[in-house]
């Protein structure tokens, strides 16, 4: 089963709001190659659910994939933040999935707790630079975060 890892700013959409509404749409990804990551998954994957863009950065839980890629519909809102207004119905370049909510963890892995466990020194969150919103987790960084827990 493949994994990943998604980020999202809290005040935007958190865990604790994938938490209450048990399902929801992840959409807004404007970058092609996080979004050529999100054309990878399939429903049944799981992924750590970042926290970026906030106080204290880092994993904040486990969510799921409920449902493979298909056009994201923000794209095609023009009250969306997430507009794109060279995408159409027939020719929309973006992709969301939906995604289940699976656990919450006690207190969210920091990133420079990340960033310091020898295990994850490879995984291109902890590299210098890397600004993906979605990307890979292999088995063996799963397994490592999971023991970080």
């Known amino acids: 089963m493949p994994y990943w890892l998604m980020k999202s700013e809290p005040d ?14 992840w959409d807004g990804v404007r970058n092609y190659q996080a979004r050529n990551f999100l054309r990878q998954m399939g429903e049944g994957d799981q992924f750590f659910f970042y926290h970026s863009s906030c106080a204290t950065p880092g994993i904040a839980g ?3 994939i409920t449902s493979a890629a298909y056009p994201d519909p923000a794209a095609l809102d023009p009250d969306s933040a ?12 973006w992709s969301a999935v939906e995604v289940g909510f699976v656990e ?5 892995l920091a990133l420079p707790r990340l960033k310091a466990e020898p295990a994850l020194a490879q995984m291109p969150l902890v590299q210098k630079g890397s600004r993906l919103s979605v990307m890979p987790v292999s088995e063996s960084e799963w397994s490592a975060i999971l023991a970080m827990r």
Do not use: H, Q
């Not at 935007?12 to 749409?25: M, P």
């Not at 919450?104 to 969210?108: H, I, P, S, Y």
């Open 82 to 93: 997430y507009y794109d207004p060279k995408a159409s119905e027939s020719k929309n370049p």
């Open 104 to 108: 919450r963890f006690a207190f969210t």
């Open 62 to 64: 486990i969510g799921c």
């Open 12 to 25: 935007e959409f958190s865990i604790e709001d994938l938490d209450k509404l048990g399902t929801a749409r």
